[in-house]
């Protein structure tokens, strides 16, 4: 992975900055009582400084709340280092690694974080654009990443769409079905296992 230079460090910074503060702010108040000066003036920010990263608010409270919940590949996040950022090659290791990033994304807090998140989604339909744009970005991210590692790009993109899916099942239980925090670890589980079996690797 090429090292950032540091102009690109201050402007994730400076994006991450912007982009929790929008999401604390809607979180407090609601999208609409939200203006983009006060998500600028929140943390020490110009208007201009906030376009410079953001094409409006929707997409700065879309892209706080997955740097919130420790996505991987989402927008803005703190760049890990090399020794971080082992790139499994093979099938188990990536259903290892995603594994271990939902068992972040949904711990008790992060769950909660996401049915407080999935409120505001409901009653503010102009950030679900956002939301896909934010998933996009995050896939596109972490298939470049194995490619760039020598995973074949249709094996990659069929294996990160398939996890991602495990996700977002898991998301639409604890927002539309009836399952609680305490249910996420089985339901993963369960949803990882297939992902596992479904690209087992084929002996020679």
Do not use: W
């Amino acid at each position: 992975m090429t090292e950032p230079s540091l102009r690109e460090r201050k402007k994730n910074a400076t994006g991450r900055e912007l982009a929790l503060a929008a999401l604390d702010l809607v979180l407090e108040r609601g999208l609409a009582e939200t203006t983009v000066e006060d998500i600028a003036d929140r943390v020490g920010y110009s208007r201009r400084t906030f376009a410079n990263h953001f094409t409006c608010k929707q997409e700065a409270v879309v892209v706080g709340f997955f740097l919130r919940l420790g996505m991987p590949g989402a927008r803005f996040e703190a760049e890990p280092s090399e020794a971080a950022l082992p790139i499994p090659l093979t099938a188990d290791g990536v259903v290892d690694a995603a594994a271990e990033a939902y068992a972040q994304v949904f711990a008790e807090g992060g769950a909660v974080r996401l049915v407080e998140f999935g409120r505001v989604l409901h009653a503010e339909p102009t950030l679900a654009p956002y939301i896909h744009q934010a998933m996009f970005d995050a896939r596109r991210s972490y298939r470049s990443r194995l490619v760039e590692a020598g995973m074949p790009p249709a094996r990659a993109a069929l294996l990160l769409g398939a996890l991602i899916g495990v996700g977002g099942v898991v998301v639409e239980e604890l927002l539309e079905g009836d399952a609680t925090p305490s249910d996420v670890g089985p339901l993963l589980a369960e949803g990882l296992d297939h992902v596992r079996r479904g690209f087992a690797e084929t002996p020679a």
